[in-house]
């Protein structure tokens, strides 16, 4: 495998004394040139960006498939859509399976033939082990550190949570990775940290259970009122699909966005293995990976339908937007009843009319002056799914524009 020279002369001379260091402490170490060609190959910048392809966050991938990369989900939010770069090229990629709650999430790349690396089987290193952490915080280079486990945290579960790690590394270092002697994958990097909690790595032995975990069934049905599980074609159940159309009336594109049921647990249901989450009465719970549309990434933290809404209500919401810089200020209001027939049926709903406006900082950054502009959604709420069977949203400023709508397609039962 081979890089361009002057790409790996850059890497070479960030990342030789941490190698030489590394690779004495033990004799099966690879050396500093073996590890450079081994893993810089694997290491890729990602991009999540919002409407109008502007930036939103960045992060690091690593290689881990033919296809397909391994990141941290909180460099996803709130992402229209996710590229995966490396100096001036730059790749399309789509999320093949998010695991939200251990914070891993698998992309797949089209044409993509980066060469995979070497995953541990074991399931944690060991205290004190050296390690070696690699990223790219920008798609122009690779940035390795070297440093030892200091800690290995467990979960309620009694099994490992983290392992903690005695480097430091930019937030734009999450979904790089954490690596032995050897040149294996031990784990995942992530900056998301609670206050006073060390820089961590997420077990790299959790990229193989990623998908299958959002795919577990529930530990226990949900009951109705009388105590009894819901049966047939009750509803929610797992397996239980919600699949809308997302039509953008700008450029006429159309995509479908599929919410699947994957867990019901008490008063819980999980979408899409951990990317949205939902109450029993409907209320919005979480949103970790948006992929509605204006419906997700502008959604008001418990959804856009209020508790008991009912006709003449009216209400405001003030927020900044999950995943970005971006402020809400909203006034809602039921303007109505009546019936709408959507591809999946036709359904008695409420029509819940939003104006507003959103700040928005230059091109989704953090710094600059935020734009505040006229936002207008309508959602129709049908009260019997306890769901929206559409959903229009659009606002224009000097830097952006969306004109959107969201209609439920059909519901079924797999």
Known sequence: ??????????????????????????ASALDAPQLLAKLTPSIYAVRAMG??????????AVVIGPGQLVTACHVLAGARAI??????????????????????????VANFNAPAVSVSAAAAPAFGQKVLAAASPEASGV???????????????????????????????????????????VGILSARRAPGEKLKALPASWIAQVKERGAAAP??????????????????????????????KLTRKRRDVVYRVDRVE??????????????????????????AGEFDGASPPRGWVPEDVKPGARWKYSYKQAGTDMRTELTGEVTGESTITVPAGSFRVLRLAYKGYVARPFYGFSYGAPSSVP????????????????????????????????????????
């Open 83 to 108: 590229a995966v770069r490396r100096d001036n090229v730059s790749y399309d990629a789509t999320l093949d399976a998010p695991d939200v709650d251990r914070d891993l999430c698998l992309l797949r």
């Open 143 to 185: 940035v390795v550190l070297d440093g030892s486990v200091s800690g290995l945290r467990a979960g309620a579960d009694g099994k490992l949570d983290r392992i903690e790690i005695t480097l430091d590394f930019p937030a734009a270092a999450s979904g790089g990775g954490l690596f032995d002697e050897t040149g294996r994958l």
């Open 219 to 248: 530990v226990a049905p949900v009951a109705d009122e009388a105590g009894a599980a819901p049966a047939g074609g009750a509803s929610p159940r797992v397996g239980e699909v919600w699949r809308y159309e997302l039509v953008d």
């Open 266 to 291: 008490g008063e819980r249901i999980t979408f899409n293995q951990g990317a949205r989450v939902e109450t029993l009465n409907g209320r919005v719970e979480r949103i970790s990976t948006p992929s």
């Open 375 to 414: 936002y207008t959604a309508v959602a129709w709420y049908a009260p019997e799914l306890k769901r929206v069977v559409r959903f229009d949203a659009s606002y224009a400023s000097k830097y952006e524009r969306v004109d959107e709508s969201l209609v439920l397609a059909e519901h079924r039962f797999d």
């Open 51 to 60: 409407a109008n392809n502007a930036p939103l966050a960045s992060g690091s």
């Open 1 to 26: 495998m081979t890089t361009s020279p002057q790409p790996m002369r850059r890497f070479a001379l960030i990342a030789t004394p941490v190698f030489l260091a590394f690779a004495a402490a033990n």
